[in-house]
């Protein structure tokens, strides 16, 4: 009777029916392969010229593939419910340090969604209608994409578009999203491959040659005048070797496509044999991207010397330079297109970076609905929040307040406020408030009082090294990996002008999460409910 009042249901309604691949699925596309290696490559060295790819990729892969899946793997098989870290936070840290984070990580799914479904239009129509030379698509001239509309109209509508077929995607539960993913995988995976491959499968002279008969039809710069053009730009020599600040700036880019595995976890109470699932799931899902990125780094230093690479990333970073005026900016698929200029590799490097952003969207509402149903179950919402569609097994209802909140969003990002809704400050806001305060809880699972009756029933209580819980060890390798992220992203002197509206929106959105907690606290004791009852144990499956 006890358990009845303090959880909203007697059971969640969600089904456990998805299997390793489809929970892999979900960690590896979150990863984003294709515009995840784009970003790597452009912002990161772009930022920090003096990086190396490749050993950034093999840090970041030892670091995360053996600190993450333990962390998520084992918090999530030890709580196997659906929900993400709330559920982990509410049961070892404090129900209202949950709340406070898994709020911001609420807000972080919608920030997700309007950033990236704009990004289909620009760069992924974008640099589609560029390689091709279709101004019928996208006017490079004009800005006008479908032979007229206005830029922020266009972006608008294919956002709007993206974002209903996203939610298309969810609504009807995990039996149709699982086939659909698999879909996308396949082709998105395929084109990263081709892009890559592109790369591969040239010679460093056939590259220089293909470049200049480029930039003889377009009248831009050469081969050999990319480098001093930018050394030009920026009032320094362009770096041609290494360091290893450069390379761990990097890395901060880089954990687009290493740290984001982690999002299996929002489905752990809906895949079959978690224990053994997650923690697999979640390290195969690092591990494929990191593979990828390995292959286009030793690919790419093999055909452009460490100069050109660290040069054409500023470039397109920082959207041109004097004398460069190819009709696409130099990013990773666009140097694939230099290799081969060809209709397929075009189609690959565009439709790839479209599907993976594409299942971002997706991914959000998965994420969205779930992390306010655990809220729900928990008493931490209306009633509403749990309701699931017994047909579908989804909750309809969280479904559709994700699609009005991201439709808003999207506007306001595309008409009014895209200079301040910036990527860089979602990536910010999960460093400090997802991962760092997950992986601290992490950390003391196995030593706090409150969370000692699921410790002392998890499957992964034996797992030690030198008497020590795996779980802390993996923690304790991930935490460093957080400083390193958080040091690159907020405190050097390349970053530290760009974060400031970033600590204005953490401490509003923990500030939004704390009044929330409270507020539901004090409403269930208005009708007789203690919430504390429900975070001394798992709400029921």
């Not at 962390?71 to 929900?83: A, Q, T």
């Not at 049961?91 to 209202?96: A, D, G, S, T």
């Not at 920030?111 to 479904?117: E, G, T």
């Not at 290493?258 to 053994?276: I, Q, S, T």
Request: aromatic share 18%.
């Amino acid at each position: 009777m006890a358990e009845e009042l303090a959880f909203a249901r007697k059971a969640s309604g969600l089904v456990r029916g998805l299997s390793m691949t489809d929970a892999f699925g979900v960690g590896m596309m979150n990863q984003g392969i294709t515009p995840s290696i784009w970003t790597m490559i452009t912002w990161g060295l772009g930022t920090y010229m003096t990086g190396n790819l490749l050993w950034a990729s093999v840090i970041s892969l030892v670091m995360v593939g053996f600190g993450f899946p333990l962390v998520w793997g084992i918090l999530s098989g030890s709580m196997p419910r659906s929900g993400g870290e709330y559920i982990y936070n509410s049961r070892i840290n404090h129900p209202v340090i949950a709340i406070a984070e898994s709020f911001g990580n609420a807000f972080v799914m919608i920030f997700w969604v309007y950033i990236l479904a704009p990004w289909i239009a620009d760069p992924g129509l974008v640099i589609w209608a560029e390689y091709m030379g279709w101004d019928w698509l996208y006017n490079v001239e004009t800005g006008a994409f479908f032979g007229g509309l206005p830029y922020e109209w266009g972006v608008f509508v294919v956002a709007t578009v993206a974002n209903l077929i996203a939610f298309f995607t969810v609504v009807f539960g995990m039996k149709i999203f699982a086939l659909v993913q698999k879909l996308i995988m396949v082709f998105a995976l395929g084109g990263a491959a081709v892009v890559t491959g592109s790369i591969t499968f040239t010679s460093q002279e056939s590259f220089i040659a293909n470049w200049n008969a480029l930039a003889e039809e377009h009248g831009s710069l050469t081969y050999e005048e990319v480098v001093p053009a930018v050394a030009a730009a920026i009032g320094e020599a362009v770096p041609t070797s290494s360091t290893l600040y450069g390379t761990l700036g990097v890395m901060v880019a880089g954990s687009w496509l290493f740290a984001y595995a982690y999002f299996c976890v929002f489905v752990a109470g809906e895949v079959k044999r978690p224990d053994v699932t997650l923690i697999g799931a979640n390290f195969f899902a690092i591990l494929l991207p990191a593979v990828m990125m390995i292959w286009t780094a030793l690919a790419m230093y093999r055909v452009m010397p460490f100069e050109f690479i660290s040069a054409t990333a500023w470039i397109d970073n920082n959207l041109g330079v004097e004398g460069y005026n190819l009709p696409f900016l130099p990013s990773y698929m666009s140097l694939g297109y230099v290799a081969h200029s060809n209709w397929f590799v075009a189609l690959a490097a565009s439709g790839s970076y479209i599907l993976f952003t594409f299942w971002y969207l997706s991914l959000s509402y998965l994420a969205f609905p779930r992390i306010i149903f655990a809220w729900g179950m928990d008493r931490m919402g209306p009633k509403w929040f749990t309701d699931v569609d017994p047909r579908w097994a989804s909750p309809v209802k969280n479904y559709i307040l994700c699609l009005v909140l991201c439709q808003g969003a999207i506007a306001l990002y595309t008409f009014w406020l895209g200079d301040y809704m910036q990527g860089l400050t979602v990536t910010g806001m999960e460093i400090v408030s997802v991962w760092g305060v997950t992986t601290i809880a992490a950390l003391i699972f196995p030593y706090v009082k409150r969370s000692r009756g699921i410790w002392d029933s998890s499957p992964y209580k034996t797992w030690k090294f030198l008497g020590i819980p795996l779980v802390s060890w993996g923690a304790a390798v991930s935490l460093v990996y957080l400083g390193i992220l958080f040091y690159f992203l907020i405190m050097t002197e390349e970053m530290k002008d760009s974060n400031g509206q970033s600590w204005i929106l953490y401490g509003v959105v923990w500030i939004l999460g704390i009044v929330w907690y409270y507020f539901w606290k004090a409403r269930s004791k208005s009708v007789g409910v203690d919430v504390s009852m429900t975070y001394g144990e798992l709400p029921p499956e």
